[in-house]
């Protein structure tokens, strides 16, 4: 049974993989759609493989994104092979946890010398390699960069910890909540992760104008933090970040690393496999300033998920900081061969190894090589279609196999064409965001790419951003002209948006929106009225606020104004830029009692778009009084909701009188 349904699923996979291209990238399904395709709980009775089997295409791949199809250009990329499938099916019917020599030695022994084969490809100084019997240095194979990371910053705090310990005469919890790392405010999220779960801070560094952390930069930082009594320890140099494939300055920051003592643990997650080729190697000088070292073949290469390759300096400092080694786990050979259980944050261990041996004999160093160039090459032929459009633009160098456009003007364009190529499932794409840019990423990321390819999803983009530009040109041309709006009501409503920096608005429910509007409905009675803690006050009925983007929070004028136009400016890039809603209030005369009733009838006398404006007052009630308004993302009442005496409630909206400093809450 089991050779029949391996065969079956074998020739499953290989239809799969050469049919990819004409499978919809990105699945159109909703969140539990599951559900109703499976029973509620587990069969009592064994099923037959034919029913297993054919689930799979019911079941499971109308969930499935396609990470091996030409138009998945999102992320980094996953990529797989037959030979690595082939190798990890091997491993898994082995089933052997390699954590100890003696718990499977082979396992133990082809990791350290595929570890030597790939580090000697990407060109690592030969401190790094298990050969080189002057050094405690080598590779071990770990889940991902992410663990690679946590590992690095985990033994960088125990030495620390250690080598402060006698010299400061503190414990090692005062001296661990004095630690620092750092990195640059490109590096990857797992970064961050590791930091919080092993309790150090963590600086966010500036990068410059090409996205890279530099050495003046770190320095600074390095030096305010000792001046305040806190430790510096620990610094993640990126080669190639998420966000736009840039590399940070490894020279500069490995000289202060040396200088300073600090542990310099480089993340090369993506751009690592690029090394293969010399002609990419430039970025890796300054590498023998760090301690260790990590990339994923997992991503470029061809070695299946999951498999980083992780290389360190001195081995000694993991074994100080992950050796626990209880009776049931030594072995005759303890101290003479590896153990890796103590490179790693588990105990327990795949054959991962055995599926990179695969790889590696099957291309070989110019098989990969040749790879490794031919997505480079498709990226650039991308850019260059993309640099022939006017329409967009290429915030950032293109450098391997990612290139980075948006389309030219506000961040919404970008977003809503996103949106829509996602929403089509032809093609699927990321953002990012670089120096408050929304951008779009568009990654080679399967093997099976051809010119073809690239030249039919940059026609499905091309086509898409024409009608998104139609439509905002529709939206333009809707949109009404100062003059002719009479609206007396006070609020202001703002459109959804989805941009990693403007306002998110999460309501479960029309009614949610009303649930606490009666903060704003009691301010609104109050401004009316005129009561600002005993500065007197009434609105003119010519006043007019149009909305635009800029930043959270801005004043709002509350006296007396000439026939002119104040703006209120909300975030740069959001949707709300995108809409020009103008609001006008009623008027008032200082001390004047009339209530908002009267809204209508002073709008009446008061009909005085050509006149000029009034003389100013010197009374001093009649002084500006600046309203400051922050817009929180909770709540916002739709534009034609009334309340009492025809005032409009706006909900979510912290109003602070500058001159009175009264406050007016939710």
């Known amino acids: 049974q089991f050779v029949f ?49 054919q689930d799979i295409e019911r079941v499971i791949m109308p969930g499935i994104t396609h990470w091996q199809s030409p138009h998945m250009h999102a992320y980094f990329p996953a990529l797989n092979s037959f030979p690595s499938l ?6 898994n019917g082995i089933g052997c946890l390699g954590f100890t020599w003696a718990s499977s030695p082979a396992c133990t022994e082809l990791e350290t010398i595929v570890m030597d084969w790939l580090g000697k490809m990407i060109g690592l100084p030969s401190v790094f390699l298990h050969s080189n019997e002057q050094t405690m240095g080598g590779g071990v194979l770990q889940t991902t960069a992410s663990n690679a990371t946590f590992v690095s910053l985990l033994a960088a705090r125990s030495e620390a910890i250690r080598r402060h310990k006698n010299s400061l005469q503190l414990d090692d919890a005062e001296i661990n909540a004095r630690l620092v790392a750092y990195c640059s405010d490109q590096a990857h999220s797992s970064v961050e992760k590791a930091t919080l779960i092993g309790l150090v801070k963590l600086r966010l560094l500036n990068s410059d104008d090409d996205l890279s952390l530099r050495g003046h930069t770190l320095q600074e930082a390095v030096d305010r933090d000792r001046e305040a009594g806190l430790i510096p320890f620990f610094v993640c140099a990126t080669l190639g970040t998420t966000g736009a494939c840039a590399f940070d300055n490894l020279k500069e920051l490995g000289d202060i690393c040396d200088s300073e003592g600090l542990w310099m643990h480089i993340d090369a997650a993506y751009a690592g496999t690029a090394f293969i080729c010399p002609e990419y190697r430039q970025y890796m000088v300054g590498i023998e300033h760090a301690q260790t070292f990590a990339f994923n073949p997992s991503k470029w290469m061809m070695v299946h998920f999951d498999c980083t390759a992780m290389w360190v300096k001195n081995s000694g400092a993991l074994h100080r900081t992950f050796n626990v080694d209880p009776l049931y786990l030594k072995h005759e050979n303890s101290g ?24 590696l004999r099957s291309f070989g160093v110019e ?42 003007g506000d961040n919404s364009l970008t977003e809503t064409l996103l949106k829509r190529l996602n929403r089509s499932g032809k093609i699927h794409m990321v953002p990012a965001a670089l120096k408050e840019k929304y951008v779009i990423r568009f990654t080679v990321t399967s093997q099976y790419t051809t010119n073809s390819d690239i030249a039919r999803d940059w026609k499905i983009i091309q086509d898409c951003a024409s009608k998104v530009l139609a439509d905002e040109q529709i939206v333009r041309r809707r949109r009404p002209r100062i003059g002719s709006l009479r609206r007396k ?166 109003l602070i009188c500058k001159s009175c400093g009264r406050s007016f809450e939710d």
């Open 336 to 359: 003479a061969a590896i153990d890796y259980m103590h490179w790693q944050i588990p105990l327990s261990r795949r054959f991962r190894a055995l599926k990179m041996w695969f790889v």
């Open 5 to 53: 349904a391996g065969k079956e699923m074998v020739d499953y996979i290989a239809d799969y993989l050469e049919n990819i291209r004409s499978r919809r990238v990105f699945p159109d399904v909703k969140p539990g759609y599951m559900r109703d395709l499976l029973p509620d709980s587990a069969p009592t009775d064994g099923e037959q493989w034919d029913d297993i089997f």
């Open 489 to 654: 009501d006070f609020g202001m409503s703002l459109i959804l948006s989805n941009v990693p920096f403007s306002p998110k608005f999460i309501n479960g429910s029309f009614a949610a929106l009303f649930d606490n509007s009666n903060g704003m409905v009691e301010f609104a009675k109050e401004l009316t009225t005129g009561d600002f803690n005993g500065h007197a006050i009434r609105l003119s009925p010519r006043r007019r606020i149009k909305l635009k983007d800029a930043s959270k929070q801005q004043s709002l004028d509350c006296a007396p104004l000439s026939p002119r136009h104040e703006s209120l400016r909300f975030k740069q890039g959001s949707l709300d830029s995108k809409i020009d809603d103008i609001l006008e209030s009623s008027s008032y005369e200082s001390g004047s009692q009339t209530n908002m009733q009267n809204g209508e009838e002073a709008l009446d006398e008061n009909e005085n778009d050509g006149r000029a404006a009034p003389e100013s007052d010197t009374n001093p009630s009649n002084r500006k009084q600046k309203v400051v308004i922050n817009l929180k993302p909770s709540m916002i009442l739709p534009s034609n909701r009334k309340v009492d005496n025809g005032v409009q409630a706006v909900n979510g909206m912290h």
């Open 367 to 408: 098989g990969i090589q040749k790879h490794i160039r031919e997505g480079v090459r498709l990226a650039g032929m991308f850019e260059n279609m993309i640099r022939k459009d006017k329409r967009f633009e290429i915030p950032a160098k293109r450098i391997l196999g990612m290139v980075v456009f948006r389309l030219q």
């Open 86 to 91: 082939l190798g990890d099916m091997l491993a």
